[in-house]
């Protein structure tokens, strides 16, 4: 059950863009006037972010993205 929308499918589906919907929390309060996070899923969250973030910029097939040229050209 998840109980909040996500423009995900929408990017998918026309955007023909593969998409993932991930984030620390549990879906049961996520969107909702009681949502929250523990500290321990904060933490958790910020490293799997950082770790995501470093193996995408460390790989060679996106060399381009950390190159000048890209910032420069968008």
């Given at each position: 059950y998840f109980p909040a929308w996500t423009d995900g499918g929408i990017i998918n589906?026309?955007?023909k863009i593969p998409t993932i919907?991930?984030?620390p929390g549990s879906l049961k309060s996520a969107h909702s006037p009681k949502e929250?996070?523990?500290i321990?899923?904060?933490i958790n969250g910020y490293r799997a972010y950082?770790?995501?973030a470093m193996n995408w910029f460390d790989s060679p097939?996106?060399?381009y993205l950390n190159?000048?040229?890209f910032y420069e050209n968008h």
């Open positions: 589906t026309y955007g919907v991930w984030g929250h996070i523990s321990e899923d904060l950082l770790t995501m097939e996106n060399i190159s000048t040229s």
